[in-house]
């Protein structure tokens, strides 16, 4: 880097997660949340939100999930940011219109534009993400495990079990 141009994924510091880990770190975030709360609904941004929005919901026992559908990475790349979807009607009501009492949750913020962008739309909702990078960590109010900038985190859902080279044949 240094031009200012962004790192794609194999220049970044890989950061695998499995799914036991993924699931360990909901927990810890929803045991954080459970302080904070009661919320009224939680509020998923897609897609990677889904994943942690339905374990936070088990564990708070929380049965009403809406989401927010945005567009915008293709891969590692990040383009314009669009809603595709915000919440429906019911859920801004219970949110009182502003998000109060409303739990967004998202699998990591990087850059922070997707939070800016559902700290804009909902400013007094409860933004709680997994993992955060320290550009995006300003934008939420909950999260589990800071991974540096130059990172790239592989979720579970993003990839499968491949054969890894002993060290000594030049694995990293
Ligand atoms: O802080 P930012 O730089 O905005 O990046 C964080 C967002 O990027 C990823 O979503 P992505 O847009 O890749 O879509 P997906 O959830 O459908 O994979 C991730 O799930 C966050 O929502
Ligand atoms: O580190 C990341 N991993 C997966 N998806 C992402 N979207 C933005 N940053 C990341
Ligand atoms: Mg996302």
């Not at 790192?7 to 510091?13: G, L, M």
């Not at 909901?26 to 897609?47: D, E, K, S």
């Not at 939100?49 to 990475?73: F, H, N």
């Not at 997707?114 to 990078?133: E, I, N, Q, S």
Request: glycine letters at 10%; charged letters at 20%.
């Amino acid at each position: 880097m240094g031009s200012g141009a962004e790192a794609s994924v194999a220049e970044r510091r890989p950061f695998p997660v499995s799914w036991d880990q993924f699931h360990r770190d909901c927990r810890a975030l929803t045991w954080r949340l459970n302080a904070v709360g009661p919320f009224h609904a939680v509020v998923a941004i897609t897609r990677g939100g889904l994943v942690p929005a339905a374990i936070v919901a088990r564990e708070l026992g929380l049965r009403v999930i809406d989401t927010i559908c945005v567009a915008s990475y293709a891969h590692d790349k990040q383009g314009e940011l669009q809603v595709l979807k915000g919440v429906s009607e019911q859920t801004a009501a219970l949110g009182g219109g502003t998000g109060k009492g409303l739990l967004i949750v998202d699998d990591l913020v990087d850059t922070g534009k997707t939070g800016r962008m559902v700290r804009d739309l909902l400013p007094d909702a409860h933004f709680a993400t997994v993992y955060a990078k320290p550009k995006g960590k300003p934008l939420v109010d909950t999260f589990i495990t800071e991974v540096s900038q130059d990172t790239w985190i592989f979720f579970p859902w993003d990839t499968g079990l491949s054969f890894q080279p002993p060290l000594k044949d030049g694995a990293a």
